[in-house]
Nanobody
Framework: QVQLVESGGGLVQAGGSLRLSCATS????????MGWFRQAPGKERAFVAG????????NYADSVKGRFTISRDNAKNTVYLQMNSLKPEDTAVYYC???????????????????WGQGTQVTVSS
């Protein structure tokens, strides 16, 4: 059974930084792409960033390009999301997810993921 546990959320002022972590367990971590998604109040869940199993391929939503960086340490079974220059519109619950199929590239489509963490709240004050 795959389990994902996020941590690192919190309250930060606009312009600040946070680093989210997602600890994974349950199957060969390096074979599976991971993604970060977020859901703001009253909005649908949206793609933030994705990374392939080996870490060689990453992709980002346009709204976070140049500010957020996704990375992974497979020896620690952990995926990270470094968030810099945070804006109030980044406020949301952030979820990490693991792709269903092996050897993916970090799809922006949430339906390509079948394992999800419980989420961590990020609040950016103006």
């Amino acid at each position: 059974q795959v389990q994902l546990v996020e941590s690192g959320g919190g309250l930060v002022q606009a312009g600040g930084s946070l680093r989210l972590s997602c600890a994974t367990s349950g199957r060969g971590v390096s074979n599976y792409a991971m993604g970060w998604f977020r859901q703001a109040p009253g909005k649908e869940r949206a793609f933030v960033a994705g990374i392939s199993g080996g870490g060689g391929n990453t992709n980002y939503a346009d709204s976070v390009k140049g500010r957020f960086t996704i990375s992974r340490d497979n020896a620690k079974n952990t995926v990270y999301l470094q968030m810099n220059s945070l804006k109030p519109e980044d406020t949301a619950v952030y979820y990490c997810a693991e792709e269903t199929a092996r050897y993916g590239l970090g799809s922006p489509n949430q339906y390509d993921y079948d394992y999800w963490g419980q989420g961590t709240q990020v609040t950016v004050s103006s």
